[in-house]
């Protein structure tokens, strides 16, 4: 993955700068630097709204489209940003934070069967932590079609759905979001989540196995799950590599339930 981040110069124009997060590091591989970096936890409560979208090959965003702070997740397809005299394309599994609302000096260029997910964060919300390496993780190329699946609950076993109704569908509320980095090997044994929870996948692998429908997928960087077993068997998780996702806590009766 490769992180990027929209501001606005001294001279009042846009200009990319690379982008930290705030990664929580899970496992063995974990630094003291790392610790060191864990992000204050009311960081994961600074967001408004998730947004699913598909943008036509071609199409192109000028300047300040409402002034919105938002994270943009490349999903398929890929993005030619052009900030003032830097620029850069994004492919699946790269994320830009767009923060020059000041200027609004960029364009924004889709290609091929874009789709990505934006999320709108509030005022109170900086880049914090660690800018991601940019490795070669086996990654989707542009035109590759993403994995998009969600884990659903019928006679108390996890079972996969097809989830062609996400993109696009509209603005939903989130409650919070967590930046998550894995250590290669980790595994996880069966278990729920207590809320839905909507998993956007930055790098590497996350394995997740079902005792109904589907068995188990790994899904790589730029691919979707939304995970919706609060009873019953669970799933299993597995993490192939360093893998780094987010999550995003959906409210009870979202949407796309």
């Not at 982008?19 to 936890?41: E, I, K, Q, W």
């Not at 980790?186 to 997740?208: I, M």
């Amino acid at each position: 993955m490769r992180s990027f981040w929209m501001v606005t110069d001294g001279a009042g124009g846009s200009r990319l700068e690379s982008l930290p997060l705030p990664f929580v590091h899970v496992g063995a591989t974990m630094t003291d630097a790392d610790r060191a970096r864990t992000p204050d936890p009311s960081l994961a409560g600074q967001v408004r709204v998730v947004r699913p979208i598909r943008r036509r090959d071609g199409e192109t965003t000028l300047g300040r489209d409402g002034a919105t702070r938002r994270l943009v997740v490349i999903v398929a397809g890929s993005l030619a940003v052009v900030a003032g005299e830097s620029n850069a394309m994004l492919v699946p599994g790269d994320v830009l934070f767009v923060d020059d609302a000041a200027s609004g000096d960029h364009k924004l260029t889709w290609a091929g069967e874009a789709r990505a997910v934006e999320i709108d964060v509030e005022d109170g919300w900086l880049p914090t932590g660690s800018v991601p390496p940019a490795v070669e993780d086996g990654g989707r190329g542009p035109g590759d079609a993403p994995r998009v699946d969600r884990i659903r609950v019928r006679d108390d076993k996890a079972h996969f759905d097809p989830f062609d109704t996400f993109f696009p569908a509209g603005s939903e509320q989130v409650d919070r979001f967590t930046f998550t980095c894995f250590s290669p090997g980790l595994s996880g044994d069966w278990h729920t989540e207590d809320r839905p929870n909507l998993v956007l996948v930055f790098a590497g692998g996350f394995e997740l196995e079902v005792g109904g429908t589907g068995g188990a997928r790994v899904f790589g960087p730029g691919d979707v799950c939304l995970i919706e077993d609060g009873h019953g068997q669970g799933h299993q998780t597995r993490i192939k590599g360093e893998t780094r996702i987010l999550v995003l806590a959906l409210p009870d009766g979202h949407r796309w339930s």
